[in-house]
Nanobody, 128 residues
Framework: QVFLFESGGGSVQRGGSLKLTCRVD????????VAWFREVAGQERQGVAH??????????GDFVEGRFTIARSRDQGANIVSLRMDNLKPEDGAMYYC???????????????????WGLGTPVTVSS
């Protein structure tokens, strides 16, 4: 069973925008917080953004600097956690993953091992 499914990745130029979408299983969507992570080969998986079912507990990585927006929505019956990314930089290129877990009480971006449910990722490339 697939609990989380990412889409929306692609290749853009510096300064461009992408909107990543994570389709979330209903039970997870209603009861778990969802975070976006990114990973470059050979480096640690890095927290990008986080949101909980009530739309609160929103956190971003320091590198985001106001360029990304995480949001929850429902679209034609699908439960969505999106990540809008603007003013993309080459260093934003990575595989992006969404993950779900009971992370509200952390009051910070979670670390990868703190979330048990993961999607398979969607790739983002930013050219200079």
């Amino acid at each position: 069973q697939v609990f989380l499914f990412e889409s929306g990745g692609g290749s853009v130029q510096r300064g461009g925008s992408l909107k990543l979408t994570c389709r979330v299983d209903k039970e997870l969507y209603d009861g778990f917080c969802v975070a976006w992570f990114r990973e470059v080969a050979g480096q640690e998986r890095q927290g990008v953004a986080h949101i909980c079912p009530d739309g609160h507990s929103i956190y971003y990585g320091d590198f985001v600097e106001g360029r990304f927006t995480i949001a929850r929505s429902r679209d034609q019956g699908a439960n969505i956690v999106s990540l809008r990314m603007d003013n993309l930089k080459p260093e934003d290129g990575a595989m992006y993953y969404c993950a779900a877990g009971r992370t509200r009480l952390l009051s910070r971006l979670p670390r990868p091992h703190e979330l048990p449910y993961w999607g398979l990722g969607t790739p983002v490339t930013v050219s200079s």
